[in-house]
């Protein structure tokens, strides 16, 4: 499969999975099963009335941590962080409680660090959120060298989220995401990364009903990681991961990405695709993010 194909399944998949599980964004399971059954369609509406096919934060900030990075791949972090602000500054629909009081605290005082202390501050602690890991991608998508992606993907955590979880989460991730844009094979990566990390170990044993759907990060990367080890295409995926309610749009989001990377583009449904109201932004993107990769093998 060509890396153009895994660049767009994963912004792709990170948008269908965000935009399908908007509309069921603080439901309970019995609300949502009452309107919507099990929901497989993008209707828009819910607690924000989305318009058919509009996205949320998650990719939204996405398109900010993309964008950031191909306006300075050498160190994105400073535009990332501008981005971020141009975004919140156009009073989005939906704003994470944490990424919220980062984005008070840089207007502030200036700076990231004292931004993501701030809201570490105001929250008693409780920064471990998952509004880090729902907008990484991008750099295991752009950067070829593994390293640096785990630095981005830190950094960028960094800038809103004090706690290391996030952050760790945020490395687990994209170090998956990474080698399914090398063509790995899907359980071997899984194995042989969640192994690596205490909270993550046991997710190949899990039961469905031992998943909390919180936006807890470790819990979301928990139902993100079980959506695609159990399901064997992109639509099943991210309809499972929504469906299990508690955070929908972010747990279709994250779960979204690792499907559209590893199946491909091709394999989410064209009639979820064609609905995106940012689509021609997300193609704009990987068309730039895949011209890299065509110069790097020229030279």
Request: aromatic share 10%; hydrophobic share 35%; charged share 30%.
């Amino acid at each position: 499969m060509k890396k153009e194909a895994r660049i767009l399944g994963g912004l792709f998949g990170v948008a269908c999975g965000d935009a399908l599980g908007g509309t069921l964004e603080f439901l309970s399971k019995r609300e949502g099963k009452e309107e919507y059954g099990y929901l497989k369609e993008i209707v828009g509406g819910g607690v924000w009335n989305l318009k058919p096919g509009e996205v949320t934060d998650d990719t939204m900030m996405t398109i900010a941590v993309a964008c950031g990075i191909l306006q300075n791949p050498k160190d994105p972090l400073k535009n990332i962080g501008e981005n971020f602000i141009d975004w919140y500054d156009g009073n989005p629909k939906d704003v994470g409680n944490t990424v919220k009081l980062a984005m008070e605290g840089y207007k502030r005082y200036n700076s990231w660090k004292k931004a993501a202390t701030y809201a570490h501050k105001q929250l008693d602690g409780h920064t471990a959120g998952n509004g880090t890991l729902m907008r990484c991608i991008p750099a295991a998508l752009y950067y070829d060298d593994l390293k640096k992606i785990i630095k981005v993907s830190r950094e960028q955590s960094m800038l809103t989220h004090y706690d290391e979880k996030a952050a760790e989460a945020c490395e687990l991730y994209n170090t998956i995401v990474y080698r399914y844009m090398n063509g790995e094979e899907k359980m071997k990566v899984i194995e042989e990364e969640t192994t690596k990390y205490q909270d993550y170990e046991d997710i190949t044993s899990t039961a469905k009903i031992e998943l909390n759907p919180s936006g807890y990060v470790v819990d979301t990367l928990q139902c993100a990681l079980w959506c695609f080890i159990n399901n064997g295409n992109s639509e099943d995926v991210i309809c499972e991961a929504v469906n299990l309610y508690g955070d929908p749009d972010t747990i279709g989001a994250i779960a979204g990405g690792l499907a559209g990377v590893y199946y491909g583009i091709n394999d989410i449904p064209e009639r979820w695709r064609e609905k995106i109201l940012v689509k021609d932004k997300l193609k704009e993107i990987a068309k730039k993010m895949q011209e890299k990769a065509i110069k790097k093998d020229s030279l």
